[in-house]
């Protein structure tokens, strides 16, 4: 979700790995880098154009491919979800249809045995407003605009700052099914004790190697 301390998770996730010996990497939601390119990014930074096939599907089995049996740790931050399989929930495709292009992507990502770490806030109105008045204006008022104006809020009559956080309350509903397919963890408010949360993480990372 907005303001769920991804990026902030991902950078200080990196750092905390290179100090316990391991080479790792974050390629944070904007990285000019980033080794997947998403309509949504696009959007955000007011890239037009781009060239024919620059969001193919077949992105993935070339990051599974890069990072397959790589004794490095690669963070990559909010492709996945956010960018990649939330804008068919925003454009109210059927549910089906967002349980589909998760599983694809899952599929790909396999060789390179993922884990998927989902940031979640406790109360998803408090955390919404928070957000809002960190970031103020202009962005706030664009959000708003831009959630009322999806094809999920619209056809609910939902409009500000109720659009999003129903929307948000609603996708961790559909969220939580699709974590049930692959292997994840949850980490519920990470703003509340950075030390925590980034040391379950790492800890989650080191069991797996």
């Known amino acids: 979700m907005i303001g769920?301390?991804?990026?902030?998770?991902?950078?200080?996730?990196?750092?905390?790995?290179?100090?316990?010996?391991?080479?790792?990497?974050?390629?944070t939601e904007f990285a000019d880098d980033h080794p997947v390119?998403?309509?949504t990014v696009d959007r955000l930074r007011g890239t037009v154009a781009a060239p024919p096939g620059a969001y193919a599907a077949e992105q993935w089995?070339?990051?599974a491919e890069r990072f397959a049996g790589d004794v490095r740790t690669t963070i990559v931050e909010s492709t996945f979800l956010q960018n990649t399989v939330m804008p068919h929930?925003?454009?109210?495709?059927?549910?089906?249809?967002?349980?589909?292009?998760?599983?694809?992507?899952?599929?790909?990502?396999?060789?390179?045995?993922?884990?998927?770490?989902?940031?979640?806030?406790?109360?998803?109105?408090?955390?919404?407003?928070?957000?809002h008045t960190e970031r103020?204006?202009?962005?706030?008022?664009r959000n708003y605009a831009f959630v009322s104006a999806c094809a999920w809020a619209r056809r609910r009559g939902l409009t500000g700052e109720r659009a999003v956080v129903e929307l948000y309350r609603e996708w961790e509903r559909v969220v939580d099914g699709l974590l049930s397919t692959i292997e994840s963890l949850v980490v519920v408010d990470p703003q509340r004790d950075w030390t925590a949360a980034l040391?379950?993480?790492?800890?989650a990372l080191r069991v797996r190697a």
């Open 89 to 131: 929930f925003l454009e109210g495709e059927p549910i089906t249809v967002v349980e589909g292009v998760f599983a694809d992507i899952a599929a790909r990502l396999a060789p390179a045995a993922p884990l998927l770490v989902y940031l979640r806030p406790s109360d998803v109105a408090s955390a919404i407003r928070r957000v």
């Open 61 to 63: 089995d070339a990051l």
């Open 199 to 203: 040391t379950g993480i790492y800890e």
């Open 37 to 39: 390119r998403t309509r």
């Open 4 to 27: 769920s301390g991804k990026s902030t998770t991902a950078e200080r996730l990196a750092t905390r790995l290179i100090a316990g010996g391991v080479t790792a990497h974050a390629y």
């Open 136 to 141: 103020g204006e202009p962005w706030s008022s």
